[in-house]
């Protein structure tokens, strides 16, 4: 394979990874745009009870797992990308685990795990992808005590915390607006102490 196919590979691999991020960090920031941005317009996803239109789906998972969980993390993992052409068969694996609102009675935590079985489509320079199926390995519900909602509270007051919308500091335009307001307090608390 001459060393010019080499890199395009290569860069195709990136682009199609670049995705799957982006579509983990939409959904766990609750960025129906950013989801909706990883799939072809004519989109199809089947994933769990929902089979249809990818971007009606960025708009039901959006909504259902911001009404049902108070936090979301989609980790990705392993990911085997086969390129032919313009055409991608893309397995990655996945765990998902979802945290219950505190305010639900029933407080729990959910794992999931599983694979994106993807098709993804070049189409104009651009990787996205064509169809989804959602595969599910294994999953485990556990109740979550008061004495974990506690000290997970604690930590909330302890730590910079995620949030569910454009707020969050994964996005630069929030991360730069949280550092300057952090850097001038804390500048700020310098001058008063005497510290410079």
Same mark, same amino acid.
């Given at each position: ?8 590979? *290569? ?7 670049? /995705?799957? *991020? ?34 009606? #789906?960025?708009?039901?998972? /959006? ?12 980790? /990705? ?34 794992? #999931?795990?599983?694979? !994106?079985?993807?098709? #993804? ?11 989804? /199926? ?43 607006? $949280?550092?300057?307001? $952090? !850097? ?13």
């Amino acid at each position: 394979m001459p060393q010019h196919d080499d890199l395009q590979l *290569l860069l195709d691999e990136r682009a199609i990874r670049r /995705v799957i *991020l982006r579509y983990c960090r939409g959904i766990d920031r609750g960025d129906v745009e950013l989801v909706r941005s990883c799939y072809h317009p004519d989109a199809l996803d089947v994933h769990g009870r929902y089979r249809g239109d990818a971007h009606g #789906f960025a708009e039901h998972a /959006v909504t259902v797992l911001t009404e049902r969980y108070e936090v979301t993390s989609h980790a /990705v993992h392993n990911c085997l990308i086969e390129i032919t052409g313009d055409t991608a068969h893309v397995e990655t694996y996945f765990v998902a685990h979802h945290e219950s609102r505190a305010t639900d009675p029933d407080r729990h935590t959910y794992r #999931f795990g599983g694979r !994106y079985i993807d098709r #993804f489509i070049r189409a104009d320079g651009q990787w996205a992808i064509s169809r989804r /199926v959602l595969v599910r390995d294994w999953s485990a519900r556990d109740p979550l005590s008061s004495e974990a909602s506690a000290a997970a509270e604690g930590e909330r007051a302890t730590f910079v915390n995620g949030t569910r919308n454009g707020s969050d500091l994964a996005y630069e335009s929030a991360f730069d607006q $949280w550092i300057s307001t $952090w !850097y001038d307090a804390h500048t700020d608390s310098d001058r008063t102490n005497g510290r410079s």
